[in-house]
T-cell receptor
Framework: DTAVSQTPKYLVTQMGNDKSIKCEQNLGHDTMYWYKQDSKKFLKIMFSYNNKELIINETVPNRFSPKSPDKAHLNLHINSLELGDSAVYFC?????????FGSGTRLTVV | QQPVQSPQAVILREGEDAVINCSSSKALYSVHWYRQKHGEAPVFLMILLKGGEQKGHDKISASFNEKKQQSSLYLTASQLSYSGTYFCGTENQAGTALIFGKGTTLSVSS
């Protein structure tokens, strides 16, 4: 199936821990993104990568770092997790015709 | 600059129509529309690339008024499956990622 897949789907962890979320797309898109969706459903852009180059880096804490080993993958690493990091994180990729989102990772920090 | 969506919520009975508006304080070059069902990822509906453009499939269509810096999504003869949150997205200043509105929640009942 052609898609954007991200793992894990759920992540429950304690404050202070470090965690990673993986994302892969097989659509051949050049650009990939990470969005954060909070409890009010607001979708906020965090990062985007185009051909392994970081294009934008919104004002997110530097505890968050994207890593892209190749055009098809964009992973998100989060250090020293805080309660406020709890949210749903969506990976996406795009071409000129629109965005395709992964199914999301629900992160809960306790 | 985040686009502004209105209304925030719409409640319909099957067969009724709805219009969701999206406006921006800056010039728009394209507008995307997505639908997100509860617990799922946003799904691409359509993209409008130039002023005056109108698009649609099934009974969902959209228009783009470039001069007024706004777009509208039209849902005709709504079905239960139309329920969800609708987001419009416009490009950020650098043109490198979509900035989404806060969403419009549509509830269709039988």
């Amino acid at each position: 199936d052609t898609a954007v897949s991200q793992t894990p789907k759920y992540l429950v962890t304690q404050m202070g821990n470090d965690k990673s979320i993986k994302c892969e797309q097989n659509l051949g898109h050049d650009t990939m993104y990470w969005y954060k969706q909070d409890s009010k459903k607001f979708l906020k852009i965090m990062f985007s990568y185009n051909n392994k180059e970081l294009i934008i880096n919104e004002t997110v804490p530097n505890r968050f770092s994207p890593k892209s080993p190749d055009k098809a993958h964009l992973n998100l690493h989060i250090n020293s997790l805080e309660l406020g990091d709890s949210a749903v994180y969506f990976c996406a990729s795009s071409n000129n015709y629109g965005y395709t989102f992964g199914s999301g990772t629900r992160l809960t920090v306790v | 600059q985040q686009p502004v969506q209105s209304p925030q919520a719409v409640i319909l009975r099957e067969g009724e129509d709805a219009v969701i508006n999206c406006s921006s304080s800056k010039a728009l070059y394209s507008v995307h529309w997505y639908r997100q069902k509860h617990g799922e990822a946003p799904v691409f509906l359509m993209i409008l690339l130039k002023g005056g453009e109108q698009k649609g499939h099934d009974k969902i269509s959209a228009s783009f008024n470039e001069k007024k810096q706004q777009s509208s999504l039209y849902l005709t003869a709504s079905q239960l499956s139309y329920s969800g949150t609708y987001f419009c997205g416009t490009e950020n200043q650098a043109g490198t990622a979509l900035i989404f509105g806060k969403g419009t929640t549509l509830s269709v009942s039988s």
